[in-house]
């Protein structure tokens, strides 16, 4: 049952655009795939509370039957960094709890994708980045990489910070649109640097690359 987080070197960068990819394929493939956004920032509010684009864009790519507040539990009105969008609504971000619908999730499912909130060291509470939290599950961290201009530059400090904090960690380009200028140099540039593997999900063996990223 392996949990894979999904993170990026910065906020819109298309990690739920990887996710909801990711989990349409696992299901594709005959495996029971849940996505989980644990905290989300930037909601709207109708009959049944308060909604998240992105969170709904798992659930509706994810195994069926599963409750909007299971996959996401957090949910924050304004789109803002996560803790200070939950000060300005009046709550905490429980973090144990979060962890716990996690575990409760992968429990059910053949793999579970956890989906973070902007980029990788985002404050979720006092002294506790998404990170901090990450590493505390002991999940492998696949880092979506945006693709247009300043990408070297976040992606090669994701890295290093990934490393830094001994997490198991694989890469992906996703090209965003309009078009990168030279962006064959620059993916090229990131394979020379990079020191993780590039995972390739537009390969015939995409899974049994990802499997053993996760360490099934």
Request: charged letters at 15%; aromatic letters at 6%.
């Amino acid at each position: 049952m392996p949990t894979l987080f999904i993170g990026g070197t910065d906020t819109g960068v298309g990690k739920t655009w990887v996710t909801a990819g990711l989990l349409r394929q696992l299901r594709g493939a005959g495996l029971r795939a849940a996505g989980y956004k644990p905290v989300a920032a930037g909601c709207e509010h109708d009959a049944e509370g308060w909604r998240n684009e992105d969170a709904l864009a798992l659930q509706a790519a994810g195994e069926p039957g599963l409750a909007y507040a299971q996959i996401n539990p957090c949910a924050l009105p304004e789109p803002l960094a996560p803790h200070i969008a939950a000060a300005r609504a009046g709550m905490a971000i429980d973090l144990p709890a979060l962890a716990k619908g996690a575990r409760a999730l992968a429990a059910q499912h053949d793999w579970l994708l956890v989906e973070g909130a902007g980029g990788l060291r985002v404050p979720l509470a006092a002294g506790v980045d998404a990170l901090d939290w990450v590493a505390e599950q002991g999940w492998p961290v696949l880092l979506v990489v945006g693709m247009r201009l300043g990408c070297l530059n976040h992606a090669l400090l994701s890295a290093e910070v990934l490393s830094a904090r001994g997490l198991r960690w694989t890469w992906l380009a996703n090209p965003l649109p309009p078009r990168q200028p030279a962006l064959e140099e620059n993916l090229q540039t990131l394979q020379e640097w990079m020191p993780g593997s590039c995972l390739r999900l537009d390969q015939q063996d995409w899974l049994a690359q990802l499997q053993a990223f996760a360490g099934e």
